[in-house]
């Protein structure tokens, strides 16, 4: 098994009133109606991104430290997004 873990941003878009996420390093933006509710489907996003990644043996970029992402974004708020992948390339969904 093999866990993955990114730094992900946050922000309020007024417009749509939701909540955004945008997993940066893989180029996943999903929203939801809370945060925690865009957390969970970018967790879910990123399961799939990352399944398909090592199904069609792409490569899979490196997160970015934690601490560059809060620097780059001192605005917004800066959460961490996790998957566990086992070893048939499948999400362990943990929650």
């Known amino acids: 098994m093999k866990k993955y873990v990114y730094p992900a941003v946050v922000y309020y878009d007024e417009e749509a009133m939701v ?18 509710e865009a957390h969970k489907r970018a967790g879910k996003f990123m399961d799939t991104y990352l399944q398909t990644a090592l199904k069609e043996e792409l490569d899979i970029p490196e997160a970015t430290p934690f601490d560059n992402m809060v620097s780059a974004h001192p605005k ?12 048939k390339n499948k ?5």
Request: net charge negative; aromatic share 2%.
């Open 19 to 36: 909540y955004v996420i945008s997993i940066e390093d893989l180029g996943v933006i999903v929203e939801g109606d809370t945060v925690e």
């Open 76 to 87: 917004e708020m800066v959460v961490l997004v996790e998957s566990t992948i086992n070893n």
């Open 91 to 95: 999400a362990i969904n943990e929650t």
